[in-house]
């Protein structure tokens, strides 16, 4: 009997591989055609989901791959039901497709902080639709809209009052109101100074404090707080468009390390005009105001950060009289203080949630407060919602009636994301997301229901809404097939650093890999994000990459100690100090993959990254030889040459550490420069400015080493069309030619 079945199960194996074998013969191979096409790999997936205010409809908009063609749908999240809320032929004049948009900046400035086309009114009846600076009031009951604003200058971050009656919206630096009957407008603030932003965000705040708008209405609608910034003593930085044949120079606000930052204070204006209440919180002029709003009728809260971000406080103010009072302080002397959007006033008007990096980990924490008089004391510590060895990666939706908090985590393991809910009081903490991979939920005002994008490393995204209690889920969107591609898994790796810290990694081999395998080095490594993750279209197999294995490269990643998702000491390993303590663990865990997979080419391998990733390839081509060949995109070349939030936040002011800015210098060890370098930047880039590679390059010529530079015309952080698959043909190139 056991010779019939050990039979039985060659000839099934034997079957298995044989169908296999010709499954991968069949496969379609990967083309940077495929990759570019229009909607990509994958079709390009629905934009602009909102949830009405009465959380009967989730809204989106889906377009063609092209996107000359689109509608604005809804699906009920109780049944499932889709049907299309604008047609294509108004949705084409109220929300235009952003990619038609030719200024590559204001392009990207709409896709980067993901600018909302459209906005539901309070009684979720109508659409606000901003189509291109003008607003459009737009009536799903008579499926007609009415142009709300007609001035010369475009408007900016509209919102209806609570009450529906007045629209609040930004036009040339200051803040007006107009009833939504469309008569007369408002202007609630008059400077006409270009230097001062009321309500408005700038750069700086948008970009490295994550701000999406410096204004709200109170909830009865009387009185709007706004954030007035102040940029006059700030350093501007020319941008050029050099394409014209007078070429146009355009001024931007950006303040580096150690320079004057915009000054910013809070005000109140009732929202029928009239005089501005402005509050003092703090006799420190240098500080930020990242996060503020209302705790209810005429009391706010704000948190203020100081310059060196080791230290929030948050005060509730009397909206009125002006009174502040600081009712808790966060204090982190050996890192900085993390800013997040988890701080929520519950219903019961005396308590909210709070996160901290207070145990070593990103937890969660319930706060009292005195409801008669929030002014009178300091907040006091409840519960701790959350604790283990894992981050809170940010609340989703707090379901009061239930007392239920929902929230992103990368518990069990850091390589994912899934949705988790507990308990106001700390109990009944359960993992709701079932699938390995990454799940990025969207909760409705109530918290019943959430949208949810889900991907992981083989599986392109899809996106669903789901019952916050559990099922059913509906599906919404699901990607092309990718199947016929034959992509392949990496393999997820462990490694050690030098202190035993684990490191996850991931290595793609070819088929058939062979003695004497080459080696592409994909990295980060920074503060901002992990290559290392189970979700589409990160670190080796992401598309490209998976096409570099298919032409016989093996593709690594590692996350070095200084990327997030791993507690404080993980993060802060590379506080005031950019490069060395990454390069280390880079170096380290290759010595160890070398060991596990000796197939692998020691003297050819190639390192390439782009923003952080780029620098940490130009600092590793400077200070190892083991790299034969390097693609450096928009680096950081001098950390004296970046923003002065993000900088500071991790280097600490110049001024006080001068070292740790030289050493991480790389035009200054431009002499010690190994290998082939192709050096690539947008000369429109308002991020990583190109002056960073502009004196790379000089730095380079003067000691004498060669260099492949490659610069996109008017192309700001992220190369989209046309240039992208340019870029793309040149990496293929670049390393065909350097390890073949």
């Known amino acids: 009997m056991r010779r019939i079945f050990a039979l039985f199960v060659l000839v099934f194996l034997a079957s298995s591989l044989s169908s296999q074998t010709a499954v991968d013969n069949q496969k379609k191979p990967l083309t940077i055609e495929a990759l570019v096409a229009p909607g990509g790999l994958t079709g390009r997936g629905p934009e602009n989901f909102q949830w009405s205010p009465d959380s009967t409809m989730l809204s989106f908009v889906q377009r063609d791959d092209t996107g000359e063609h689109g509608e604005l749908w809804y699906i009920n999240p109780a049944t499932g039901e889709k049907k299309v809320l604008v047609s294509e032929a108004k ?75 007045h629209v609040a919206y930004l036009r040339k630096h200051n803040l007006y109101v107009q009833p939504a009957s469309g008569k007369e407008e408002k202007q609630l603030t008059k400077d006409t100074d270009e230097n001062i932003l009321n309500g408005e965000v700038d750069w700086l705040y948008a970009e490295e404090l994550e701000v999406r708008s410096n204004y709200f209405w109170s909830p009865d609608s009387s009185q709007i707080v706004f954030l007035q910034t102040d ?59 990242p996060r503020f709003g209302w705790v209810r009728d005429g009391i706010l809260w704000a948190q203020v950060l100081n310059r060196t971000q080791d230290k929030l406080d948050l005060y509730f103010i009397d909206s009125k009289s002006g009174r502040a009072a600081r009712v808790l302080t966060e204090s982190v002397p050996d890192a900085w203080v993390p800013v997040t959007n988890d701080f929520k006033v519950l219903k019961s008007g005396d308590r909210f949630l709070w996160s901290s990096w207070r145990d070593g980990h990103t937890h969660l924490y319930v706060y009292s407060f005195s409801k008669q008089d929030p002014l009178s004391g300091e907040a006091k510590l409840e519960t701790q919602l959350t604790k283990g060895d894992f981050e809170v990666l940010g609340v989703e939706g707090v379901d009061e009636d239930a007392r239920i908090v929902y929230f992103s985590s990368d518990q069990d393991n850091p390589r994912e994301r899934h949705l988790f809910s507990v308990k106001l009081d700390g109990s009944g903490s359960q993992k709701i997301s079932k699938e390995p991979g990454t799940h990025a939920p969207t909760f409705s005002d109530n918290a019943k229901y959430y949208e949810e994008q889900y991907s992981a490393s083989l599986t392109p995204p899809r996106r669903s809404v789901c019952a916050a209690a559990g099922s059913p889920c509906y599906p919404i969107w699901q990607s092309r097939s990718v199947d016929e591609y034959g992509l392949r898994p990496a393999k997820d790796l462990e490694f050690k650093a ?140 001098d950390w004296r040459l970046y923003d002065s939030t993000y900088t500071e936040r991790y280097m600490g002011l110049p001024k006080d550490n001068p070292k740790g800015y030289a050493e991480s210098s790389m035009p200054a060890a431009a002499a010690n420069l190994h290998g082939s370098l192709l050096l690539v930047h947008g000369t429109a880039d308002d991020n990583v400015h190109l002056q960073n590679s502009i004196q790379m390059v000089d730095a380079l010529i003067n000691n004498s080493k060669q260099f492949r530079l490659m610069l996109f015309p008017n192309k700001t952080h992220g190369v989209r069309g046309k240039a992208h698959e340019f870029e793309l043909r040149m990496q293929e190139d670049f390393f065909e030619q350097n390890l073949k």
């Open 498 to 637: 030098e202190d035993g810290t684990t490191l996850y990694g991931k290595l793609l081999l070819p088929e058939n890999a062979g003695e004497k395998t080459p080696l592409l080095v994909e990295i980060y490594g920074g503060p901002a994000g992990q290559t290392v993750r189970d979700m589409w279209g990160t670190g080796p197999t992401e598309p490209f990459n998976e096409m570099m294995a298919q032409h016989g490269f093996a593709v690594f990643s590692v996350d070095n100690r200084g990327t997030p998702g791993r507690g404080k000491k993980f993060l802060a390993a590379i506080r005031h100090q950019f490069g060395a303590v990454e390069l280390r663990d880079q170096l380290g865990s290759l010595d160890q993959l070398f060991a596990q997979y000796p197939m692998l080419d020691k003297s050819r391998i190639c390192i390439y990254g782009w923003s952080n990733g780029g620098s940490m390839t130009l600092y590793s081509l400077e200070h190892t030889d083991r790299f034969h060949c390097g693609i450096s995109g928009a680096p950081v070349t």
């Open 91 to 165: 949705l084409a004049t109220l929300a235009p497709d952003v990619n038609k948009i030719k200024n590559e900046r204001e392009k990207e400035r709409i896709t980067r902080y993901s600018v909302a086309a459209y906005r539901w009114s309070p009684d979720s009846k109508h659409l606000l639709f901003d189509s291109l600076g003008q607003l459009w009031l737009y009536s799903l009951e008579s499926g007609t809209a009415v142009q709300f604003t007609a001035a010369p200058e475009p408007t900016d971050d509209p919102k209806f009052s609570p009450d529906g009656g």
């Open 231 to 289: 940029e006059t003593k700030v350093p501007s930085y020319p941008i050029t468009d050099w394409i014209p044949v007078n070429a146009v120079v355009e001024q931007e606000k950006y303040p580096k390390p150690g320079d004057p930052n915009p000054t910013v204070r809070l005000g109140v204006v009732a929202a029928k005009g009239g005089g501005i209440k402005w509050l003092k919180l703090t006799d420190d002029r240098d500080i930020y105001i």
